[in-house]
């Protein structure tokens, strides 16, 4: 973790990394920026934890099963279900800080605050099929295992669809990106990234079979309409992550192009630099 | 940025913005993933995809690939204009490569409506998914065509904000999606 070079600040004391810690804690006018980071950091891990592993709803289990291996995969799945979702409704918070962090990103280019704004509402929007759906669902259809097996194919179903087949707002919001990075002067991102946001929602777009299909490649969990979009999905992720940490490196809090990176990482002095506080 | 006005001789590797090439490649590991999955299903129902193929007309996808080629040969008009400072004939050539672009969805759109008209629909069978799913997603890119040709037109039309980096890169997308059609085609239509 590096800090701005705002002039203003004492040196960073060597030592322990408790010490230092406590140091960025104190001075550091980036601390807030890192928090986000890191907040999204820790998100991505334990999002991955949480569906892959806990509840076992990545990848996602068959479309086309029937009632009452619906009602067993529930029953597999009981303990998975309820511990994994709790967990997921409680770092849902997160989402907040990382949307923040983007939409700063957006401030921080010579572009209207109108696509910052704009993000903000689509993501905060996009939490609910992109995470809560399926949790609040699959967890209805845990906690009621004694209901009609229909009802519960129909809470599967619906549980699924939700969260593999509605990629519009995702969509949007990449693309509300993608423009601002166009059109920005400052050199936050670079444009590569913005034809990155391009490809990911254009791969957005290929899970809209999911709805129609029961098997195969573009069912739900179909090589197509799952498997390609996620490793389109991982691959942005790790992109905009890598991005961000270094647009908080260069971050000199000024209102001009920002900083390009010394050899070890700090920005370089820029004119626009102003005392964060 | 490099105003036309002031071309100078340019040592650049790639023409354009070397990060439109980035999108270049992101697309092609995208659209090599559908055609490795497409070949994978093809093997193994090589009957169904073979006698429902014989429903596809190729002079329709023969008059498609003309389309588009000729209008990857217009848009590389509109770029040799550019740099030779003949800005209406560039901006003739961006047109004329709009129009094209224009006759290839109308043709395509004509394509789909017969087939359905015929019966053959999204879901009919597996290779028909396949033929609306490739050409509807290339489609889609070709729509986004549009709005980056208007962006070479916008910039080919005022000399204040002409910018050759800008109208090379809009050329790159263009190719590129002459380029995914050229293998669409190969595969959805010619491969047997």
Redesign the interface.
């Known amino acids: 973790m590096r800090t701005s070079a705002t002039g203003a600040l004492p040196d960073e004391p060597p030592g322990s990394l408790l010490r230092r810690i406590a140091w960025h804690w104190r001075y550091d006018p980036k601390r807030e920026l890192w928090i986000a980071w890191w907040t999204m950091l820790v998100f991505y891990q334990l999002f991955g934890l949480l569906f892959f592993v806990v509840t076992r709803t990545q990848p996602p289990p068959q479309p086309w099963w029937e009632p009452t291996r619906v009602a067993q995969w529930f029953d597999e799945h009981l303990y998975g279900l309820l511990i994994g979702f709790a967990f997921v409704f409680i770092i849902s918070g997160m989402t907040a800080l990382m949307n923040a962090l983007i939409a700063y990103s957006m401030r921080r280019m010579s572009v209207s605050r109108a696509f910052a704004y704009s993000y903000l509402v689509i993501y905060a929007l996009s939490t609910l099929p992109g995470m809560l759906l399926l949790g609040i669902a699959l967890t209805v259809g845990a906690m009621r295992p004694d209901r009609d097996p229909e009802l519960i194919r129909w809470i599967y179903d619906f549980a699924f669809m939700t969260f593999d087949g509605t990629m519009g707002v995702f969509l949007v919001g990449s693309l509300v990106w993608m423009v601002a990075i166009l059109l920005d002067e400052n050199r936050v991102f670079?444009?590569?990234f913005?034809?990155?946001s391009?490809?990911n929602a254009?791969?957005e777009?290929?899970v809209a079979?999911a709805w129609?299909?029961k098997s195969?490649?573009?069912a739900w969990n179909g090589?197509?309409s799952y498997w390609?979009n996620v490793?389109?999905f991982v691959t942005y992720t790790t992109a905009f992550l890598t991005l961000l940490r270094r647009m908080i490196l260069r971050e000199d809090f000024g209102t001009g192009p920002l900083p390009e990176l010394s050899t070890d990482e700090a920005p370089e002095p820029s004119g626009s630099v102003r005392a964060a506080r | 940025m490099t105003n036309v006005a002031n071309a100078q001789p340019r040592s650049r590797f790639v023409p354009g913005q070397p990060d439109m090439w980035a999108f270049v490649l992101f697309e092609a590991l995208v659209f090599t993933a559908y055609f490795i999955v497409y070949i994978i299903r093809r093997t193994q129902s090589p009957d169904l995809f073979l006698e429902s193929q014989a429903h596809l007309d190729l002079r329709v996808g023969v008059f498609n690939t003309l389309v588009l080629l000729a209008s990857s040969w217009s848009v590389a008009r509109c770029v040799q204009a550019a740099r030779e400072r003949s800005l209406g004939a560039a901006l003739t050539n961006a047109f004329l490569t709009m129009l094209f672009g224009f006759v290839f969805l109308v043709s395509k759109v004509l394509e789909w409506v017969t087939k359905i008209e015929e019966g053959f629909g999204f879901t009919t069978n597996e290779f028909f998914s396949f033929y609306y799913f490739l050409t509807a997603i290339h489609f889609l890119h070709l729509l986004i065509g549009f709005v980056v040709l208007a962006i070479g037109a916008y910039q080919l039309a005022s000399p204040a904000r002409r910018s050759q980096e800008i109208i090379e890169t809009c050329a790159t997308y263009w190719h590129t999606i002459d380029f995914l059609w050229v293998l669409i085609f190969a595969l959805l239509y010619v491969m047997r």
């Open positions: 670079p444009k590569w913005a034809y990155l391009l490809c254009l791969t777009v290929v079979p129609i299909f195969g490649v573009f090589a197509i390609l490793g389109v």
